[in-house]
């Protein structure tokens, strides 16, 4: 099941913050996120195990909560480098071998 | 260190025609996969492997055929190419796939069919 990320898109100026999320109908053991950057590969951000961890680096940084299964990705301070779109890649059950990805949210940082 | 090379980056095919998309990693990962992704799809799974010899079909495999003869390769083949097959495919790895380890994804290879 294909997990659901919302917003769909959303435009920031440098500087404000933007909450990214993703959910799921089911279990969840892992939560991946990568940002892909127009005709580009996805590049990773983060992993966040089963646990309800919180992981962040730099001005990134994403929760996880399994109970909810739900994960946020969190951007603080926006900068132009952020734009793109974000993915979030979900696995149910640990060596599932298989990352369902979110339909993506696309990300705009204006001056 | 290259990581994860996929060849051809560009490929127009007519439909029918079958081919094969190369991937290749020099990182020493146990695990690959191919991913298909669409406008507004997001990433969807086709084939992946767990080692050499072995292969498991994902979310989408219809119409591909993959195999795993060494480590380093896993190739893509499409069979008879049809339009519904247009997208872009990445070929990823992994040191085992499993939670908690990072996913390297080649550069893509945008296909389409006509």
């Known amino acids: 099941q294909q997990p659901v990320q919302s917003p769909q898109a959303v435009i920031l100026r440098e500087g404000e913050d933007a909450v990214i999320n993703c959910s799921s109908s089911k279990a969840l053991y892992s939560v991946h996120w990568y940002r892909q950057k127009h005709g580009e590969a996805p590049v990773f951000l983060m992993i966040?195990?089963?646990?309800?961890e919180q992981k962040g680096h730099d001005k990134i940084s994403a929760s996880f909560n399994e109970k909810k299964q739900q994960s946020s990705l969190y951007l603080t301070a926006s900068q132009l480098s952020y734009s793109g779109t974000y993915f979030c890649g979900t696995e149910g059950g640990a060596g599932s071998y298989q990352l369902t990805f979110g339909k993506g949210t696309k990300l705009s940082v204006i001056p | 260190n290259a990581g994860v090379t996929q060849t051809p980056k560009f490929q127009v095919l007519k439909t029918g025609q079958s081919m094969t998309l190369q991937c290749a990693q020099d990182?020493?990962?146990?695990?690959m996969s191919w991913y298909r992704q669409d406008p507004g799809m997001g990433l969807r799974l086709i084939h992946y492997s767990v080692g050499a010899g072995i292969t498991d079909q994902g979310e989408v495999p219809n119409g591909y055929n993959v195999s795993r003869s060494t480590t380093e390769d896993f190739p893509l083949r499409l069979l008879s190419a049809a339009p519904s097959q247009t997208s872009v495919y990445f070929c990823?790895?992994?040191?085992?796939?499993?939670?908690?380890?990072?996913?390297?994804f080649g550069e893509g290879s945008w296909l389409t069919v006509v």
């Open positions: 990823a790895s992994s040191r085992t796939g499993k939670s908690g380890n990072t996913i390297y």
């Open positions: 966040l195990l089963k646990g309800g």
């Open positions: 990182m020493n990962h146990e695990y």
